[in-house]
Nanobody
Framework: QVQFVESGGGLVQPGGSLRLSCLAS????????MGWYRQAPGKQRELVAV???????NYTNSVKGRFTISRDNAKNAVYLQMNSLKPEDTADYYC????????WGQGTQVTVSS
């Protein structure tokens, strides 16, 4: 079982940027497709970005052109560069493999507000 530790969230004004990081335990990290998920208050968790082990990337429509997912297999790390942030990006952000393990990390909170 791989465990995940997310970091990098915070409070940012609309139009600002943040870079989220996720460190994963486990020696077989590199074989998995990895994703960033988010859960806004009162809403279900959604998958916003995926990176395969090829690597190929894919994004949900609402973040295309603004978010970039990347990975560093040597560091067991996944990143999410978020630019042009909007208030609707406010959520707790989590990383996990795709499809996800049942156990999640603590997440990192992103708040976009003026």
């Amino acid at each position: 079982q791989v465990q995940f530790v997310e970091s990098g969230g915070g409070l940012v004004q609309p139009g600002g940027s943040l870079r989220l990081s996720c460190l994963a335990s486990g020696s077989i990290f590199s074989i998995y497709a990895m994703g960033w998920y988010r859960q806004a208050p009162g809403k279900q968790r959604e998958l916003v970005a995926v990176i395969t082990n090829t690597p190929n990337t894919n994004y949900t429509n609402s973040v295309k052109g603004r978010f970039t997912i990347s990975r560093d297999n040597a560091k067991n790390a996944v990143y999410l560069q978020m630019n042009s942030l909007k208030p609707e990006d406010t959520a707790d952000y989590y990383c996990n493999k795709v499809p996800p393990y049942a156990d999640w990390g603590q997440g990192t909170q992103v708040t976009v507000s003026s």
